[in-house]
């Protein structure tokens, strides 16, 4: 009988738990669904001029249509807020310092190394500025963010998951946006010029001169300009070089995606089109995560003539409500991070007889103490003081201390002037609009129906008073190389406009090797491998071409950076290399029969080669990087010059003795302790050799931010671990957190040709239809229409 009894009491307790996790499981589904976007239905709204429509297509891509520019902001605010309020939640965070408020004590670092540029208070200075008639756009974005929000019938998923509340949008926060995105394209200067101040210190001039060349044997730049010839080779090595022998432990620096913030663009022009038309093609290459950072939309409102204007491209959510990149029906534009020398870490004296000052170039200073309070959630506020100079805030690294002269503090850095590229009627009309941009500098490339290209810089440039060169390195407080004062006038930015080949490129390597070189800078140039390839991509095209062929240029996965290394492989790998040494035969007849010359996810070939290169990195770059690592962690001597491939072949061409690292016989020993190291990395486990292949090694690892503080979401908020084509070098960007953010190529007044794709759908939502759509098309590098397709949902906004 107790028995029997027990057994019903389980029976029940089991059904009854059963029950309850149903019923859980039922409520977080119904919240879920009360967290969706609305998109049918009408609204009624205080202070619309005339009814605003939002029509969506399949994939949820959106035409929004008003009577108003004012009325169409609000209801792109509505939309942003419904589908991506989080993000934008994120990046406004990023920006100000106040990721612990959502994450807790382990956010306060980061919180900490963002608080210290106080972008918050310089965005209500920044407001304050505004033109009242961008003001006002401004404002009636914010008034659809926060309608937006309130209309979900539950507040986003992961405020739930994180246990706080979404608070609401503010004009500020729409600036600190842009702020997030000068910190993602320019965050990484600082550690350039520490790694190059590291190497300064440690290495003779001559050393230094080979070191960092000023350009690269790829470079190909607009003005057709010839590289410097490189420095000789000294006779001897710094004390440094090689510290990553045999010895070291194996890592290999290229194991993670080590390219830097970039992009692709470019433009034929209408003597090389079917249409007479231009063409513009862009992919923006950023870390990727769900949902995509940018949000398509096409926009339609009447403009100053009385006409229609048709808007079509990315937005940014929670920016001003601009198209970043796409297409006016007259003009199309296209960025690439320009990788200008934007920031200078300026070393400040101190004195003991003068407790609390410092010294700048200027002269001894009291620094202006700001206190800032990090909230943190689950803990007390933490007290955080910026002091900052004349030149900017003050950060530490080691025993030093530096100003951080950062173009972003600038108060002319940022404004809404983007907006007028909506009206812009020719290629000039645009540049001139770029050079007076309130963004992050970037390549602008721009075409017009006319068939005229150009190419200028848009975003602030400082106006230096010495060679770009001397201000990639820590400047001195006082004696030294000075800082930049003032900004550059728009009038002298460089251009580039209608060149005789009728094609411009830009993929964030160097531009320019004669005049405007030095207006520019370098702040850490892409090698100019992929800008090579680009360019010769699209020079084959002929004289005449269309829109789809332009799109294809994209997509290059041809290996012809990684090629030169196979070869010297190859050639390192001779009949006494190989004797008594089978994983050094299978790496031979793996890297000569399976070689088919692209980055393909099928190649082992490519793996081995790519790995190669790396690992002879660690063996000659090793000890430095372990002393740049101790000061900061991103200061790797890679950060210190992308060109450092060029001057290890050197070495290997030349092989001096000076330069051979300590315990190595002769340089082919080097080559073949690059090799092993390959091997012993690649078979660890028992891993055949054979199975290597790229497509392991760059599987797309794409999820939504809130699944690092919650594991268990992963398999939920990530898109499929697809095996991606493609690498740093080439064309087609692809790294399993890192890659084509968007493709689009356009022809402006023919958007209906338009090609388009990106990795994540419209909304950051994962019960909605558009999580996910077009992922596939991304990592199968299909397009789809650019424009929205037929409606499929319809919402309205009545006044």
């Known amino acids: 009988m107790r ?11 089991a059904a009854g738990l059963l029950l309850l996790l149903l019923l859980a499981a039922l409520a977080s589904w119904l919240y879920l669904r009360a967290s969706l976007a609305q998109l049918d239905g009408e609204r009624r709204v205080a202070g619309l001029a005339a009814e605003v429509t939002v029509a969506r297509d399949a994939a949820g891509v959106p035409l929004i249509s008003g009577a108003s520019r ?3 902001a609000y209801a792109t605010g509505f939309v942003h807020a419904q589908e991506r309020f989080f993000q934008m939640d994120l990046l406004r965070r990023t920006a100000a310092g106040e990721l612990a408020e959502l994450f807790g004590p382990r956010a306060v670092p980061l919180d900490r190394s963002r608080r210290l540029h106080r972008f918050r208070a310089r965005a209500q200075l920044a407001l304050a500025r505004l033109p009242a008639a961008e003001r006002a756009l401004l404002d009636r974005y914010v008034a659809g963010v926060n ?65 960092l060349p000023e350009a690269s044997s790829w470079d190909t730049t607009l003005d057709g300009g010839a590289p410097p010839p490189p420095a000789p080779i000294p006779p001897r090595a710094p004390a440094w070089w090689g510290g990553g022998g045999a010895d070291a432990p194996v890592r290999l620096a290229g194991a993670d995606f080590t390219d830097s913030v970039g992009s692709n663009n470019y433009a034929l022009a209408g003597s090389r089109s079917t249409t007479g038309a231009a063409i513009v093609a862009d992919d923006m290459h950023l870390g990727l995560q769900l949902p995509n950072i940018w949000y398509r939309i096409a926009l339609r409102f009447p403009d100053p003539e009385g006409g229609q204007r048709r808007l079509v491209g990315v937005s940014l959510p929670g920016a001003p409500p601009s198209v970043i990149v796409g297409s006016n029906g007259q003009v199309a534009w296209a960025f690439t991070n320009s990788n200008a020398d934007l920031v200078d870490l300026v070393a400040l004296g101190t004195d003991p007889a003068r407790p609390g000052q410092v010294r700048t170039p200027a002269g001894w200073e009291t620094p202006a103490s700001h206190v800032e309070l990090i909230a943190v959630k689950g803990a007390q506020p933490e007290r955080f003081v910026v002091r900052e100079t004349s030149l900017g805030p003050i950060r530490t690294f080691g025993a030093h201390q530096y100003a951080v002269h950062w173009i972003a503090h600038d108060p002319a850095a940022l404004n809404l002037n983007h907006l ?6 020719s290629v000039d009309e645009a540049l001139a609009i770029a050079a007076i941009d309130g963004i992050p500098a970037q390549n602008f490339v721009a075409g017009d129906a006319a068939g005229n290209i150009g190419w200028t810089i848009a975003g602030a440039l400082p106006q230096r008073t010495t060679a770009a060169r001397a201000a990639t390195f820590p400047l001195e407080s006082e004696g030294g190389t000075p800082t930049w004062s003032g900004l550059l006038p728009p009038a002298r930015y460089p251009r580039v406009v209608n060149p005789a080949d009728g094609q411009i490129t830009t993929a964030n390597s160097r531009q320019l090797m004669g005049e405007g070189a030095d207006l520019i800078g370098d702040g850490g140039f892409d090698l100019g491998a992929r800008t090579r390839q680009l360019a010769e991509g699209l020079r084959a095209l002929g004289p005449t071409t269309d829109v789809r062929h332009a799109w294809n240029v994209a997509l290059d996965d041809r290996a012809l950076f990684v090629a030169r290394w196979r070869d010297r492989a190859l050639r390192a790998l001779d009949a006494g290399a190989l004797a008594e040494q089978p994983q050094r035969a299978e790496f031979r007849r793996l890297l000569d029969a399976g070689w088919n010359g692209r980055a393909s996810v099928d190649s082992v070939a490519y793996r081995l080669a790519r790995a190669y290169m790396w690992a002879l990195h660690d063996l000659f770059y090793g000890g430095a990087a372990r002393s740049l690592e101790a000061i900061e962690p991103k200061a790797g001597p890679a950060a210190g010059t992308s060109r450092w491939p060029d001057v290890v072949a050197r070495l290997l061409d030349a092989r001096p003795a000076g330069w051979l690292p300590p315990g190595y016989a002769d340089w082919q020993a080097v080559e073949l302790a690059a090799i092993d190291r390959v091997i012993a990395d690649l078979t660890k486990g028992g891993q055949p050799l054979a199975k290597a292949t790229w497509g392991k090694r760059n599987t797309a690892d794409i999820a939504h931010p809130i699944s690092i503080a919650v594991p268990a979401l992963k398999s939920v908020l990530g898109a499929p671990r697809d095996q991606l084509a493609g690498d740093a070098h080439m064309p087609r960007v692809a790294g399993p957190k890192f890659g084509q953010s968007e493709r689009m190529t356009v022809s402006p007044g023919r958007e209906e040709q338009g090609l388009y794709n990106m990795p994540g759908g419209q909304s950051g939502h994962p019960l909605s239809p558009f999580f996910l759509a077009g992922h596939e098309e991304w990592a199968q590098a299909k397009p789809v229409p650019l424009l929205p397709g037929p409606v499929r949902h319809t919402l309205r906004f009545v006044p």
Do not use: C, N
């Open 147 to 211: 309608d937006g929000i309130e209309a979900l019938r539950a507040q986003p998923f992961e405020y739930a998951l994180t246990g706080t509340q979404a608070r609401p949008w503010s004009a500020a926060d729409s600036l600190l946006v842009i702020w997030a995105m000068y910190i993602d394209l320019q965050g990484s200067q600082e550690s350039r010029e520490l790694a190059r101040g590291w190497l300064r210190a440690h290495s003779d001039a001559a050393q230094l001169a080979f070191l």
């Open 70 to 72: 004012a009325d169409v």
């Open 3 to 13: 028995q029997r009894r027990w057994k019903t009491w389980t029976l029940r307790g």
């Open 420 to 425: 007028k590229l909506e009206t812009a009627a």
